[in-house]
């Protein structure tokens, strides 16, 4: 069955006795996204996670993958399905080969063609050389990539990756950084972890999760376009007002710097440079500013810091 | 289905790469061996305890699987343990509940892989048995009734430890737990000694009390029919329980 809405999950809610960890989530992920899920330590990412792929029942709320309910029809359901936890499943006492041979059976790989969807997963994640080692006597980085190289192999439509580069050093990350830029030409990802760079460099939309609610959503191409709403500038003689037309608001810093907000629509920087020239104001700097993913996240999760202020 | 024979094998594989299984083999056939040994010195010593009704395959073969029992029950909960305990706590289970598999699936599976095991403990013991075949005549039906009560047994005592692995993390707790519940179970017997009302219920409770039926080469299908049930009735538990976890 094609569809192009492979997950679609409405009003997610998941209750642990009275603590509420993910309330009305609704999420849809399309064929060839890759959806960034970001939150603080305990926002309910995982909780979600362990919900779109089956492994955690909601208190309410309905999955659908491909089309078909996870509720009612799992095994069909779960067929389109890759999943990362956040600790690798990989048993230990196994060899890589024999753990992969072992997953692409459980998802109903076909023995002739498995030999060789092993070797291509290995191969995506870097595991060649890796075959015939023990899992146990592997790296935290390799048995993080033997878990994805699970997650793989059977080329599910859906890949749920939750926090794939904990653990990893800075060249692993960069490569299954590059894993996932490569899996979302056929695959769909959702991908989920608290390292925004991560995010901002492989997602095409982005959603932030705050205590168990969606508090942001959007693609990350409108993410970027407002980072130029806002302009900041230094000033070796400021004046006391700004007669700028196209600026609306001004935002003093302290020692000349300066955060203007245009009105919507205009462009106030030439005429900026240009009463700057005409009154000697000494520009120093100019540069557009705006609300990058992370002045988002920490404006939208620390919410807790802003009350206190508000009350102050 | 293919999940099913997938997680088998896996399993089985998992048992026997193990170095804990092949200290238990080690283990049971050291032992075993040893009272083979002295069963045979014994009888050898002192041929007037065989007689029309008792010959040598009661005797030697009998002598073997009541003992063995009892080892068994020290041992099994060790096989048991991990099966669903250590999965829970690498967070390796994940990978099967993942999968297009039932939970059906996933605990017989897990059970026909430790099944595997149990046939290499049976293996052993039956060539034990059978190798007085060059010597003398031996009463097969007698011999292969006992064998088949040993694997009902050990396959009991495995549904058991299962069922009582799927309810901690630790694979530890679940050693000792499942030893507990089953020397309960057997120690029915007992309480069936001690008279009162309940002592027939009891007695048809009683993990032992059936096989010493088999044990001494009869055959009765209601002791198999207890075997199954119980089996039955602890896989579904453990079935059960994971339903609960994810809800």
């Known amino acids: 069955m094609e569809h192009d809405i492979l997950i679609e999950a409405r009003g997610l809610t998941r209750r642990y006795g009275p603590n509420v960890a993910v309330q009305g989530i609704d999420l849809t992920l399309r064929r060839g996204e890759i959806l960034g ?101 592997l790296s935290k980085g390799f048995q993080q990539r033997v878990g994805l190289a699970q997650a793989i192999v059977h080329q599910p439509p859906v890949i749920i990756l939750d926090e794939p580069t904990v653990g990893l050093d800075p060249i692993q990350i960069r490569e299954i950084r590059s894993l996932i830029a490569a899996l979302a030409q056929n695959h769909s990802v959702i991908l989920s972890s608290h390292i925004l760079p991560e995010i901002q460099a492989v997602c095409s939309r982005v959603m932030i999760v705050h205590r168990g609610r969606v508090v942001f959503q959007d693609s990350m191409a409108a993410v970027n376009a407002q980072n130029a709403s806002r302009l900041a500038a230094i000033f070796r003689h400021a004046p006391k007002s700004f007669a700028v037309p196209g600026i609306a608001s001004t935002q003093s810093l302290g020692e000349g710097r300066f955060v203007f907000t245009p009105e919507a629509g205009a462009d106030p920087r030439e005429a900026l440079v240009a009463a700057s020239v005409a009154n000697g104001w000494g520009l120093l700097e100019l540069k557009t500013e705006g609300r990058t993913l992370e002045e988002i996240f920490v404006s939208l999760t620390s919410s807790d810091t802003t009350e206190l202020k508000e009350a102050a | 289905m293919s999940a099913l024979v997938a997680i088998a094998r896996h399993e089985a594989r998992r048992i026997f790469v193990s170095p804990l299984a092949w200290t238990v083999l080690a283990v049971i056939q050291f032992i075993m061996g040893l009272s083979y040994c002295l069963l045979l010195t014994e009888m050898v010593n002192n041929p007037g305890s065989l007689n029309q009704y008792s010959g040598v395959s009661d005797y030697i073969g009998g002598g073997l699987f009541g003992f063995s029992a009892v080892l068994l029950l020290l041992v099994i909960p060790l096989m048991t343990m991990r099966l ?92 000792v737990g499942g030893f507990g519940l089953l020397l309960i179970i057997w120690l029915f017997e007992a309480m069936a000694y001690g008279g009162g009302m309940f002592s027939d219920l009891f007695r048809h409770l009683s993990l032992i009390g059936h096989f010493e039926k088999l044990r001494r080469g009869v055959f009765d299908t209601a002791d198999v029919a207890y075997y199954l049930l119980f089996i039955t009735l602890f896989l579904w538990l453990a079935v059960q329980r994971l339903d609960v976890e994810r809800s």
């Not at chain 1, 899920?37 to 208190?59: D, F, V, Y």
């Not at chain 1, 389109?80 to 459980?106: C, I, K, M, Q, R």
């Not at chain 2, 009902?152 to 707790?173: D, K, Q």
Request: charged fraction near 15%; include cysteine.
């Open chain 1, 37 to 137: 899920l970001l939150g603080p330590n305990g926002a309910g990412k995982s909780t979600t996670m362990k919900m779109l792929t089956g492994n955690l029942a909601p208190s309410s709320g309905s999955v659908k993958i491909n089309g078909i309910d996870i509720a009612l029809q799992p095994k069909q359901a779960k067929q389109s399905l890759g999943y990362l936890p956040e600790l690798p499943p990989v048993h230990p006492e196994v060899t890589v080969d024999e753990y992969l041979d072992f997953a692409a059976s459980l998802h109903g790989v076909p023995k002739a063609t498995r030999k060789a969807a092993v070797a291509k997963a290995k191969q995506s994640c870097g595991l060649n050389e890796m075959s015939r080692r023990l899992i146990g006597n």
């Open chain 2, 84 to 175: 669903f305990a250590e999965d829970k706590k690498s967070g390796s289970l994940t990978l099967l509940t993942t999968a297009p598999a039932s939970l059906t699936e996933i605990v017989l599976g897990k059970f026909l892989g430790l099944g595997v095991f149990f046939l290499a403990v049976l293996a052993l013991m039956a060539a034990m048995a059978f190798s007085l075949f060059g010597g003398t005549d031996l009463d097969l039906g007698r011999l292969f009734a006992g064998l088949v009560g040993q694997l009902l047994l050990m396959l009991s005592f495995g549904a058991a430890g299962l069922f009582v692995s799927t309810l901690t993390r630790e694979p530890v707790i679940a050693a």
